[in-house]
């Protein structure tokens, strides 16, 4: 029902920056929630940010704050992923989430479409 397709990610210098992208079709996008997750080689994939339906609230892990922004733009169906003042740490596959409300979760259990991710590495 719901297709997302991740953009924006490759190789940047630590304290570079990039901008993902996640493009979303098959229904009402601002009917959703969407969050952003990210998994590094052998560990669990794990809470980036996430952003309500309306693009009026959003949710950050602790490890991304005042680094990373996430918006939308409802009218294009599309969300972002800001990411400045990046880190060796933030090296991972990207991937973004559509929830089944329209509320923001850390839960990867409500999300219930996936894209297949973009790679983000970063160097010292």
């Known amino acids: 029902q719901v297709q997302l397709v991740e953009s924006g990610g490759g190789l940047v210098q630590a304290g570079g920056s990039l901008r993902l992208s996640c493009a979303a079709s098959?229904?009402?996008?601002?009917?959703?929630?969407m969050g952003w997750f990210r998994q590094a080689p052998e560990k669990e994939r794990e809470f980036v940010a996430a952003?309500?339906?309306?693009?009026?609230?959003?949710d950050y892990a602790d490890f991304v704050k005042g680094r990373f922004t996430i918006s939308r733009d409802n009218a294009k169906n599309t969300v972002f992923l800001q990411m400045n003042s990046l880190k060796p740490e933030d090296t991972a596959v990207y991937y973004c989430?559509?929830?089944?409300?329209?509320?923001?979760?850390?839960?990867?259990?409500?999300?219930?479409?996936w894209g297949q991710g973009t790679q983000v590495t970063v160097s010292s």
């Open positions: 989430a559509a929830a089944r409300s329209r509320w923001a979760t850390r839960l990867r259990v409500e999300y219930d479409y």
């Open positions: 098959g229904r009402t996008f601002s009917s959703f929630g």
């Open positions: 952003i309500t339906g309306s693009g009026g609230g959003t």
